[in-house]
Protein backbone atom coordinates (compact mmCIF):
# COMPACT_ATOMS: atom_id res chain seq x y z
CA UNK A 1 0.00 0.00 0.00
CA UNK A 2 1.23 3.58 -0.53
CA UNK A 3 2.54 5.11 2.42
CA UNK A 4 3.01 8.58 3.01
CA UNK A 5 6.21 10.46 0.64
CA UNK A 6 8.74 12.85 2.35
CA UNK A 7 11.92 14.26 0.28
CA UNK A 8 14.74 14.64 1.18
CA UNK A 9 15.53 12.14 4.19
CA UNK A 10 18.07 13.63 5.13
CA UNK A 11 19.39 17.48 4.97
CA UNK A 12 22.38 19.62 6.51
CA UNK A 13 22.27 23.22 6.11
CA UNK A 14 24.24 26.07 7.90
CA UNK A 15 22.87 28.20 10.03
CA UNK A 16 20.84 31.04 9.22
CA UNK A 17 20.25 29.40 5.69
CA UNK A 18 16.78 28.27 4.44
CA UNK A 19 15.48 24.85 3.70
CA UNK A 20 12.39 23.50 2.24
CA UNK A 21 10.94 19.84 3.30
CA UNK A 22 8.64 17.97 1.30
CA UNK A 23 5.29 15.64 1.77
CA UNK A 24 3.61 13.45 -0.56
CA UNK A 25 0.30 12.36 1.19
CA UNK A 26 -1.22 8.81 1.12
CA UNK A 27 -3.46 9.32 -2.15
CA UNK A 28 -6.89 10.12 -1.36
CA UNK A 29 -6.06 12.01 1.85
CA UNK A 30 -6.84 15.77 1.99
CA UNK A 31 -5.31 16.43 5.49
CA UNK A 32 -1.57 16.81 5.78
CA UNK A 33 0.52 17.74 9.14
CA UNK A 34 3.67 18.66 10.02
CA UNK A 35 5.37 17.11 13.44
CA UNK A 36 8.82 18.41 14.84
CA UNK A 37 11.06 15.81 16.81
CA UNK A 38 14.00 16.45 18.38
CA UNK A 39 16.75 14.67 20.10
CA UNK A 40 15.22 12.31 22.86
CA UNK A 41 12.04 14.36 22.79
CA UNK A 42 7.93 13.33 21.55
CA UNK A 43 7.15 14.53 17.82
CA UNK A 44 5.60 18.07 18.85
CA UNK A 45 2.87 19.24 16.32
CA UNK A 46 4.00 22.57 14.09
CA UNK A 47 1.03 22.77 11.82
CA UNK A 48 -1.70 20.90 9.50
CA UNK A 49 -3.90 22.01 6.46
CA UNK A 50 -7.16 20.51 4.77
CA UNK A 51 -7.88 20.74 1.86
CA UNK A 52 -5.10 23.25 1.27
CA UNK A 53 -6.78 25.62 4.25
CA UNK A 54 -4.62 25.95 7.60
CA UNK A 55 -6.54 24.22 9.60
CA UNK A 56 -4.81 23.65 13.04
CA UNK A 57 -1.20 25.22 14.22
CA UNK A 58 0.62 24.03 16.97
CA UNK A 59 4.40 25.44 17.96
CA UNK A 60 5.74 26.52 14.60
CA UNK A 61 8.23 29.21 14.79
CA UNK A 62 7.26 32.15 12.78
CA UNK A 63 10.88 31.47 10.66
CA UNK A 64 8.37 28.89 9.40
CA UNK A 65 5.58 28.78 6.48
CA UNK A 66 4.19 26.06 5.19
CA UNK A 67 1.35 25.13 2.66
CA UNK A 68 -0.54 22.31 1.07
CA UNK A 69 -0.84 22.43 -3.05
CA UNK A 70 -3.61 21.86 -5.35
CA UNK A 71 -2.46 18.06 -5.32
CA UNK A 72 -2.31 18.09 -1.88
CA UNK A 73 1.24 17.68 -1.48
CA UNK A 74 2.75 20.16 1.29
CA UNK A 75 5.84 22.33 2.11
CA UNK A 76 7.47 23.36 4.99
CA UNK A 77 9.58 26.38 4.49
CA UNK A 78 11.89 27.18 6.96
CA UNK A 79 14.41 30.37 7.31
CA UNK A 80 17.09 31.52 9.13
CA UNK A 81 17.78 28.28 10.60
CA UNK A 82 19.47 27.71 14.10
CA UNK A 83 21.51 24.50 15.47
CA UNK A 84 18.01 24.28 17.63
CA UNK A 85 16.11 23.73 14.52
CA UNK A 86 18.09 20.26 14.27
CA UNK A 87 15.67 17.61 14.56
CA UNK A 88 13.32 14.57 12.60
CA UNK A 89 10.33 16.44 10.59
CA UNK A 90 7.68 14.19 10.43
CA UNK A 91 4.41 14.79 8.37
CA UNK A 92 1.41 12.81 8.60
CA UNK A 93 -1.80 12.37 6.95
CA UNK A 94 -5.59 11.80 6.54
CA UNK A 95 -8.56 11.00 5.45
CA UNK A 96 -11.69 12.84 6.66
CA UNK A 97 -14.55 10.71 7.31
CA UNK A 98 -12.96 7.34 8.25
CA UNK A 99 -13.75 6.86 12.30
CA UNK A 100 -10.58 7.14 13.61
CA UNK A 101 -8.86 9.99 11.83
CA UNK A 102 -6.17 8.21 12.11
CA UNK A 103 -2.69 9.77 10.77
CA UNK A 104 -0.15 8.05 9.06
CA UNK A 105 3.54 9.11 9.38
CA UNK A 106 6.02 9.35 6.38
CA UNK A 107 9.59 8.39 7.35
CA UNK A 108 10.42 11.79 8.18
CA UNK A 109 13.78 14.21 6.96
CA UNK A 110 16.27 14.98 9.55
CA UNK A 111 17.18 17.89 9.05
CA UNK A 112 20.70 18.49 10.86
CA UNK A 113 22.29 22.52 11.08
CA UNK A 114 25.62 23.18 11.72
CA UNK B 1 -4.56 20.93 29.74
CA UNK B 2 -3.01 19.28 27.46
CA UNK B 3 -0.63 16.48 29.09
CA UNK B 4 0.12 13.04 28.20
CA UNK B 5 2.49 11.29 30.86
CA UNK B 6 4.39 7.89 30.34
CA UNK B 7 7.17 6.28 32.47
CA UNK B 8 10.61 6.44 30.21
CA UNK B 9 11.82 3.27 30.58
CA UNK B 10 10.36 -0.35 30.73
CA UNK B 11 12.72 -3.37 31.10
CA UNK B 12 11.25 -7.01 30.76
CA UNK B 13 12.72 -10.48 29.62
CA UNK B 14 11.74 -12.02 26.34
CA UNK B 15 8.70 -14.07 26.28
CA UNK B 16 6.98 -11.89 29.45
CA UNK B 17 3.91 -9.82 28.84
CA UNK B 18 5.36 -5.59 28.48
CA UNK B 19 2.74 -3.16 29.86
CA UNK B 20 3.00 -0.03 29.22
CA UNK B 21 1.39 2.71 31.13
CA UNK B 22 -0.22 5.95 30.14
CA UNK B 23 -2.20 8.90 31.61
CA UNK B 24 -3.40 11.62 30.36
CA UNK B 25 -5.86 14.62 31.40
CA UNK B 26 -7.87 15.56 28.84
CA UNK B 27 -11.21 13.56 29.50
CA UNK B 28 -12.05 15.44 26.09
CA UNK B 29 -10.03 13.54 24.26
CA UNK B 30 -11.90 10.82 21.53
CA UNK B 31 -9.29 8.60 20.46
CA UNK B 32 -5.98 7.27 22.21
CA UNK B 33 -3.56 5.73 20.22
CA UNK B 34 -0.36 3.44 20.95
CA UNK B 35 2.70 4.37 18.01
CA UNK B 36 5.88 2.49 18.30
CA UNK B 37 9.27 4.08 16.75
CA UNK B 38 12.54 1.85 16.52
CA UNK B 39 15.51 3.67 16.56
CA UNK B 40 16.27 6.06 13.91
CA UNK B 41 12.74 5.41 12.29
CA UNK B 42 9.46 6.56 11.70
CA UNK B 43 6.22 6.02 13.79
CA UNK B 44 4.32 3.17 13.76
CA UNK B 45 0.40 3.50 14.49
CA UNK B 46 0.42 0.23 16.40
CA UNK B 47 -3.22 0.56 17.90
CA UNK B 48 -6.21 3.02 18.61
CA UNK B 49 -8.92 2.98 21.09
CA UNK B 50 -11.90 5.54 20.88
CA UNK B 51 -12.71 6.99 24.33
CA UNK B 52 -16.26 5.29 24.47
CA UNK B 53 -14.52 1.61 24.52
CA UNK B 54 -12.82 -0.35 27.46
CA UNK B 55 -10.43 -2.65 25.69
CA UNK B 56 -9.15 -3.55 22.39
CA UNK B 57 -7.32 -6.34 21.51
CA UNK B 58 -5.00 -7.17 18.36
CA UNK B 59 -3.15 -10.07 18.21
CA UNK B 60 -0.27 -10.11 21.17
CA UNK B 61 -1.78 -6.41 21.54
CA UNK B 62 -4.24 -5.24 24.14
CA UNK B 63 -5.15 -1.81 24.96
CA UNK B 64 -7.19 -1.17 28.06
CA UNK B 65 -8.41 2.10 28.94
CA UNK B 66 -9.83 3.89 32.09
CA UNK B 67 -11.25 6.78 31.35
CA UNK B 68 -12.50 7.85 35.02
CA UNK B 69 -8.56 7.52 36.09
CA UNK B 70 -7.71 8.76 32.18
CA UNK B 71 -5.29 5.80 32.31
CA UNK B 72 -4.49 3.71 28.83
CA UNK B 73 -2.54 0.91 29.00
CA UNK B 74 -0.64 -1.37 26.66
CA UNK B 75 0.04 -5.16 26.58
CA UNK B 76 2.50 -6.69 24.26
CA UNK B 77 2.56 -11.04 24.89
CA UNK B 78 5.01 -12.56 24.75
CA UNK B 79 7.55 -9.59 24.31
CA UNK B 80 10.53 -10.43 21.69
CA UNK B 81 13.62 -8.87 20.93
CA UNK B 82 12.13 -6.82 17.71
CA UNK B 83 9.53 -4.98 20.08
CA UNK B 84 12.43 -2.91 21.48
CA UNK B 85 11.30 0.13 20.45
CA UNK B 86 10.50 3.45 21.73
CA UNK B 87 6.41 3.20 22.83
CA UNK B 88 4.88 6.73 22.87
CA UNK B 89 0.97 6.68 23.71
CA UNK B 90 -0.76 10.20 21.89
CA UNK B 91 -4.35 11.35 22.28
CA UNK B 92 -6.62 13.31 20.15
CA UNK B 93 -9.32 15.50 21.12
CA UNK B 94 -12.29 15.39 19.08
CA UNK B 95 -12.70 18.80 18.14
CA UNK B 96 -8.84 19.26 17.25
CA UNK B 97 -6.90 17.31 14.31
CA UNK B 98 -3.41 17.92 16.05
CA UNK B 99 -1.79 14.33 18.16
CA UNK B 100 -0.65 15.43 21.50
CA UNK B 101 2.18 12.42 22.19
CA UNK B 102 3.40 11.74 25.22
CA UNK B 103 7.40 11.45 26.00
CA UNK B 104 7.56 7.99 25.32
CA UNK B 105 8.89 4.51 27.37
CA UNK B 106 11.55 3.00 25.80
CA UNK B 107 11.07 -0.61 26.14
CA UNK B 108 14.29 -3.10 26.22
CA UNK B 109 13.82 -6.86 26.01
CA UNK B 110 16.57 -8.82 28.15
CA UNK B 111 17.27 -12.35 27.18
Known amino acids: AAGVIQSPRHLIKEKRETATLKCYPI?????VYWYQQGPGQDPQFLIS???????DKGSIPDRFSAQQFSDYHSELNMSSLELGDSALYFC?????????????FGPGTRLTVT | GEDVEQSLFLSVREGDSSVINCTYT??????LYWYKQEPGAGLQLLTY?????DMKQDQRLTVLLNKKDKHLSLRIADTQTGDSAIYFC???????????FGPGTRLSIRP
Open chain 1, 92 to 104: ASSITGTESYEQY
Open chain 1, 27 to 31: PRHDT
Open chain 1, 49 to 55: FYEKMQS
Open chain 2, 26 to 31: DSSSTY
Open chain 2, 49 to 53: IFSNM
Open chain 2, 90 to 100: AERYSSASKII
